[in-house]
């Protein structure tokens, strides 16, 4: 990779709803708690030195969720970064319940996302959440009852952009008849596309899509991913990272770590162009996983 200055601006810039710009790579923030998801991070102060170093390396973009410690990534943030850069945007969201590390139980009940909206906005200490997510659709409450309270928290002046994790076409569709949806969070990398049509849809109607968990499954994956990645002088995060800056305008990869090395690496991804030849071979990654 040519050694530019590290900067997230150089993945160009997404718009969420027409009223807030963000470079195109941000920062996952669930890695920064305790293993399990669960509880303080090993090393604090590590922790939040990633956070400020983000922000150093012009990341606007922040994504977290109450779930995640619970509670303990958005403390964190507001540690490490209040009183907050005008640019940042912090995203977060609502909808899981945390029972123990590694478990997670459904509850968009419109009463908890209620609750858990007044939690966020005091740990992030904010009086208004720029990007609010449904974590997940709850498959015992109405869908749109979700989706209506959280238009309400908006008129409330609490929330200002509306935003789905883990949906589908469908779900988006009903949500848009709702309140308008600026962001759609959905796992996603060159080797795992199921939700194609979900990217498709996004860009045709200017909603930025948030992949996670953007590194491929599997040896096909991952030998293709290390043989173009030493081509590059690159590591297989970078590459990953750089096919999914390459597959979409709408494109928003919020990489996540626990470490600044790492966080570095994720960035300089940012300014990694991949040739044509390589981003189709890397596309047709799932084909060759089917085939086996």
């Known amino acids: 990779m040519n050694k530019e200055p590290l ?3 150089a993945a160009g810039d997404v718009s969420l709803g027409g009223e ?4 195109r790579l941000g920062f996952g923030a669930m890695r920064l708690t305790g293993e399990g998801i669960w509880g303080p991070p090993r090393d604090r102060k590590a922790a939040l030195a990633v956070l400020r170093r983000a922000v150093e390396l012009d990341i606007n973009f922040i994504d977290t969720a109450d779930s995640y410690g619970p509670n303990v990534s958005e403390e964190l943030i507001a540690e490490a970064l209040f009183p907050y850069p005008a640019d940042l945007v912090i995203a977060t969201k609502g909808g899981w319940n945390r029972p123990g590390p590694n478990q997670w139980t459904h509850d968009a ?3 908890h996302l209620r609750k858990a909206v007044e939690g966020s906005l005091k740990r992030l200490r904010l009086d208004r959440i720029d990007v609010y997510q449904l974590h997940i659709p709850d498959p015992v409450v109405s869908f749109e009852a979700s989706v209506e309270t959280l238009a309400q928290l908006r008129n409330e002046g609490k929330i200002r952009l509306v935003a789905l994790s883990n949906v589908t076409q469908e779900h988006i569709e009903r949500a848009r008849r ?5 962001s759609v969070q959905n796992r996603y990398s060159f080797a795992d596309r199921e939700w194609d049509y979900v990217v498709d849809y996004c860009e045709r109607n200017g ?8 590194l491929g499954a599997g040896k096909v994956a991952g030998d293709m991913l290390n043989e173009i990645a030493q081509a590059h002088r690159a590591s297989p995060t970078q590459v990953a990272l750089a096919w ?5 305008p709408i494109m928003l990869p ?14 300089a991804a940012a300014s990694l162009r991949l040739p044509d030849e390589d981003y189709q071979k890397l596309s047709r990654v799932p084909e060759l996983l089917a085939s086996q």
């Open 254 to 267: 919020i990489p996540g770590t626990s470490s600044i090395e790492h966080l570095e690496q994720n960035v």
């Open 244 to 248: 999914l800056l390459r597959r979409s």
């Open 20 to 23: 807030i710009s963000v470079h």
């Open 109 to 111: 009940t419109p009463s």
């Open 7 to 9: 900067s997230a601006s």
């Open 207 to 214: 909603i930025a899509f948030i992949p996670w968990f953007p």
């Open 178 to 182: 709702i309140v308008p949806i600026v």
